[in-house]
């Protein structure tokens, strides 16, 4: 496309699709965040509202268990190695992996997953610093910065037009005044001169209008498709294409921190006991404050009667907060343990693991989801590379490192029995235990071989079982004189 075509693109982008996502994203990214007594009196300044008294009461009120949440499910899914459907091994494109640190920035992707529902890569042709040839580069952008199209997966004309979505057709990366459009050919950089506050400023002409941006380059990226790869939680039918494990969980979040703050009020203002008298007064100020200062208190009259107000009993809060808990427990399928749910003390690792069958059960198929987005960045490394073979490698799966909650005893007995009973490999057998790495599993298979090849070079020469050992050799016969002949008379 022309310049005139790619700055009306990205106004497209920015007044529509992107300040319809920005309002939701803004409001789980929100949620996540800690809630800060200066956060409150700004909201509240741009409402045209005071300072309310009680802000600091708020502010330590807060319990937000939707970052504990997040970081449960996350710690549980790590990518651990991208095997070929020929061999089994580790596939070519793995190298690419390592080289753009994705082994600790996959953690930004899955987490962006859980928390939105969708996470962006680019997957971009470089140099290979180490030989000179082609390389893959890998960035992995947050979907409040980046916002695709997609087309629809029909075959209009057979034969022609493409039957899947697995590209979009156009992608806008956004970042403060800079501002990248991707297509099947070029990236084209654009500039802002004023940006608004939030993305729905966007719609304003006064950031919309065609003077605010500026062409600046474009260069051909010779992918062949749009160089973005989607990243899903879960893959639906009716067009839902993000929704995350954070955002169903907001009002919940919500009514505990309400009840949080309810009962700190109440703890606040009970936390004195206020005493009341019935049936006397006293005359003068002298008196009020003589009888406030005694410790015993002395009436004439039979009629008066003294007393004091009860506590409030904070267990309604304690128990309606324990509630909303176990919602967000059983809504996220997280454990009860994780969000510290009372009467689960003592447990065996049997229960532990039975506990924790809801959230491996929807972790597997988030891992599913994200797989085959995984696989579609790894082939679309080897087709920049040149590699034929693997871009065209459908079979091929990404390995997912074992994080179940189970007895290390229990898994090491049973992979015993595997390899002893079953014939398992012993490679296969060390790639399941919990926490291995392709780099550990390799280093053993190293030490393994170089033990086997010591002691294959070894002396050949053994005494055989039973049989003794030969002892020093003897010395030679000394030489025996021949006697002299005996002659007759």
Same mark, same amino acid.
């Given at each position: ?37 200066? =956060? ?5 300044? !741009? ?9 600091? *009461? ?11 949440? &997040? ?47 969708? /996470? ?6 470089? =140099?290979?610093?180490?030989? +000179? ?6 960035? !992995? ?14 075959? #209009? ?33 654009? +500039? ?17 209008? #065609? ?23 879960? #893959? ?26 309810? *009962? ?6 009970? %936390? ?46 304690? %128990? ?18 994780? &969000?510290?749910?009372? %009467? ?9 693991? @039975? ?15 994200? +797989? ?34 189970? /007895? ?5 007995? @049973? ?7 079953? +014939? ?5 057998? #060390? ?24 002691? &294959? ?33």
């Amino acid at each position: 496309m022309n310049r005139q075509k790619a700055i009306e693109s990205a106004r497209y982008i920015l007044q529509g699709p992107r300040a319809f996502e920005a309002e939701r994203l803004d409001r789980i990214a929100a949620a996540l965040q800690p809630w800060t007594p200066a =956060l409150a009196r700004n909201m509240l300044a !741009a409402t045209g509202h005071t300072e309310e008294p009680s802000i600091g *009461m708020k502010w330590r009120s807060q319990t937000n268990f939707l970052p504990l949440v &997040l970081d449960v499910f996350s710690q549980s899914m790590k990518v651990s190695n991208y095997l070929s459907s020929k061999t089994q091994t580790t596939a070519e494109p793995w190298v690419w992996w390592q080289r753009n640190k994705l082994t600790a920035r996959q953690t930004g992707i899955i987490r962006g997953v859980l928390e939105y529902g969708v /996470s962006y890569t680019t997957v971009m042709p470089s =140099l290979d610093p180490l030989d +000179g040839q082609p390389g893959a580069y890998i960035r !992995a952008i947050s979907p409040r910065q980046m916002t695709c199209l997609y087309g629809e997966p029909i075959e #209009w004309v057979p034969g022609v037009t493409p039957v899947d979505d697995d590209w979009p057709i156009m992608a806008l990366e956004v970042h403060d005044k800079a501002i990248r459009l991707y297509d099947e050919q070029y990236v084209y950089f654009l +500039g802002v001169k004023q940006v608004p506050e939030s993305a729905l400023g966007w719609k304003d002409p006064l950031y919309g209008g #065609w003077n605010n941006f500026e062409f600046i380059d474009q260069r051909a990226h010779d992918v062949g498709v749009c160089p973005v790869v989607r990243y899903r939680d879960r #893959w639906l039918l009716n067009g839902e294409e993000a929704y995350g494990i954070i955002e169903p969980l907001i009002s919940i979040q919500s009514r505990i921190d309400e009840t949080t703050y309810e *009962m700190s009020v109440s703890q606040y203002f009970t %936390a004195f006991t206020e005493r009341w008298v019935a049936g006397w007064r006293p005359q003068n100020e002298q008196e009020a404050l003589t009888m406030a200062a005694g410790d015993v208190w002395y009436f004439s009259s039979a009629d008066v009667k003294v007393g004091q107000f009860q506590a409030t009993s904070p267990d309604g809060y304690i %128990a309606a907060k324990q509630s909303a808990v176990r919602d967000i427990a059983s809504i996220s399928q997280t454990p009860a343990q994780n &969000l510290g749910v009372d %009467a689960l003390v003592n447990i065996s690792a049997d229960t532990l693991a @039975g506990l924790e069958a809801g959230k491996d059960r929807k972790t597997a198929e988030i891992q599913t989801a994200l +797989g085959e987005s995984f696989e579609q960045m790894f082939r679309t490394c080897a087709h920049i590379t040149g590699d034929k073979a693997a871009s065209m490698d459908f079979d091929s799966q990404v390995k997912w490192q074992d994080a179940t909650a189970r /007895s290390f005893a229990q898994t090491v007995d @049973g992979l015993t029995k595997l390899v002893a009973g079953l +014939g398992l490999p012993d490679e296969l057998a #060390w790639e399941m235990i919990p926490g291995a790495t392709k780099e550990w599993v390799d280093r053993a298979i190293e030490i393994r071989d170089e033990q086997k090849q010591a002691i &294959l070079a070894g002396p050949v020469q053994q005494a055989l079982p039973n049989q003794p050992r030969p002892g020093p050799a003897m010395p030679p016969p000394l030489p025996v004189k021949p006697s002299p002949a005996v002659t007759g008379p």
